[in-house]
């Protein structure tokens, strides 16, 4: 089970940042922004949603849909002997 953790406050002011800029010359109405990042015991995994909750929902659907469901499976695989060619 993923432990469940509170925004170091690093990501934190980076995430405030980035949702100001969108939101503010972009005009977003909800954001939802996912990241990952190495760390010495592992990979760190954040959602982090602003605005209304049905409209963060609707987003994280768009997004499966269009970034998982539309590719290829052979897309989704990282093969290094691919590299070589």
Same mark, same amino acid.
């Given at each position: 089970? *993923? !432990? $469940?953790?509170? %925004? =170091?406050?690093?990501?934190?002011? @980076? /995430? +405030?940042?980035?949702?100001?800029?969108?939101?503010?010359?972009?005009?977003?109405?909800?954001?939802?922004?996912?990241?990952?990042?190495?760390?010495?015991?592992? *990979? !760190? $995994?954040?959602? %982090? =949603?602003?605005?209304?909750?049905? @409209? /963060? +929902?609707?987003?994280?659907?768009?997004?499966?849909?269009?970034?998982?469901?539309?590719?290829?499976?052979?897309?989704?695989?990282?093969?290094?002997?691919?590299?070589? !060619?």
């Amino acid at each position: 089970m *993923t !432990e $469940t953790r509170p %925004v =170091p406050p690093d990501v934190a002011k @980076a /995430v +405030r940042d980035a949702v100001a800029q969108v939101v503010e010359n972009g005009g977003a109405d909800a954001v939802l922004l996912c990241m990952t990042r190495h760390r010495k015991h592992g *990979t !760190e $995994t954040y959602a %982090v =949603p602003f605005g209304n909750l049905h @409209a /963060v +929902r609707g987003l994280a659907e768009y997004a499966y849909g269009q970034l998982i469901e539309g590719m290829e499976t052979e897309d989704l695989e990282d093969d290094p002997e691919d590299d070589d !060619e």
